[in-house]
Each structure stands twice: as structure tokens, then as C-alpha cells.
Nanobody, 117 residues
């Protein structure tokens, strides 16, 4: 059974930091490009960041550039998102997404991030 389990969300103050994790199981993690996608209240899905299978290339939405850092540990089958300088507009449910090399898409259940003073 494929599972993507996010953790690390919570309440942060503006300017604060959070580190999200996504633990993967049930598929070959090394064979998947990984992404973080978020959904703010009342809005659609927004891609935030992506990373290639070996971590060699990373990609960021304009809203995340300079503040967020995506990384992965293939030995631990875990994806990370370090979020610094958080803003209220970063408030959203953050989802871990895997795009397997054979075309399958897998999603986690999401973790809530709330940025508020």
C-alpha cells in the first residue's frame, strides 16, 4: 500500500519557521519526482516546490523562492520542506505529492500550516 504521511505543520508567527516532512512507503521513493502542493482556505491547489529523484534539481514557485527549501533523503524515504520567513498568506494545507517514473501520482493526506500572530 502506497502511503505518504506528512508531519510538521502547526501554528507559526509571521516571520517564523516550520519544517514539514513527508514519509513515503509502498513504492520506490528513488523513482519519484516529489512535490509540495498547498491549498489555502477557499482556493485551489497551488504547486509550491519540486525536486528530482536524486535531489539534483529543485524548483520553486515565485511565492516560495528565497524562503522555502525542499530536500529529500532517499535512504530515509523522506521529503522535507523548510519554510522560513513565513507569511499569513502561507496559511494552507500542505500536501506531499509523488510523480512516479511510470506515471502514477500519489498524494498524502495533508498537514495544516497556519501563520498568525
Amino acid at each position: 500500500e502506497v502511503q505518504l504521511v506528512e508531519s510538521g505543520g502547526g501554528l507559526a508567527q509571521p516571520g517564523g519557521s516550520l519544517r514539514l516532512s513527508c514519509a513515503a512507503s509502498g513504492f520506490t521513493f528513488d523513482d519519484a519526482q516529489m512535490n509540495w502542493v498547498r491549498q489555502a482556505p477557499g482556493k485551489g491547489l497551488e504547486w509550491v516546490s519540486g525536486i528530482t529523484w536524486n535531489g539534483g534539481s529543485t524548483y520553486y514557485a515565485e511565492s516560495a523562492k528565497g524562503r522555502f527549501t525542499i530536500s529529500r533523503d532517499n535512504a530515509k524515504k523522506t521529503l522535507y520542506l523548510q519554510m522560513n520567513s513565513l507569511k499569513p498568506e502561507d496559511t494552507a494545507v500542505y500536501y506531499c505529492h509523488a510523480r512516479h517514473v511510470y506515471g502514477s501520482d500519489f498524494w498524502g493526506q495533508g498537514t495544516q500550516v497556519t501563520v498568525s500572530s
